[in-house]
C-alpha cells in the first residue's frame, strides 16, 4: 500500500470520526456510505494495493497513529516474519460503538462514541 494510500484511508477515517454528534438514523446512514465506499476502494484497489511499495511508514508508525486517535487496532498479520519486516497491506475500518442518551430527561439527545475499532493487515 502507498503512503500517499495510507494517509487518504487514515485521513478518511478521522473524518468519520469527526462526525459522530446527531441522532442514530444520521449515524447509521454515514456508517453505511463509509463501508460501502471502503468496500468500493477494497475492490477497486485489490490488485495494486499489495503490488504497491509502502513507502516510509512502518507498521508501527502507521498503529500508533490509529491509537493516538482512538482507535482499538487489531492486526491482521499473514507470514511469519518479525513485525519490523512486515507492510501495511490494508486499513481497514471495524464496528464503532456508540450510545445516544440525553443525560437529563427533556434534554437533547447527545451521541457519545464508547469505542471504535481498526483492523491493520500486514504482510510479512
Known sequence: MTMERQRAMLLHIRSVAAISKGTAV???LISTMTVGALATAAIGFAGTALAAPSGTS???ST????K???YDVILNRTGAAPL???TVAAVRL???IARTDSGNPGDEL???VVS???YVDVAC
Open 110 to 112: 447527545a451521541t457519545t
Open 68 to 70: 493516538a486517535d482512538g
Open 84 to 86: 519490523s519486516q512486515c
Open 94 to 96: 471495524g464496528q464503532q
Open 63 to 66: 498503529m500508533n497513529a490509529l
Open 116 to 118: 471504535k475499532t481498526v
Open 58 to 60: 512502518t507498521v508501527d
Open 26 to 28: 444520521k449515524n447509521l
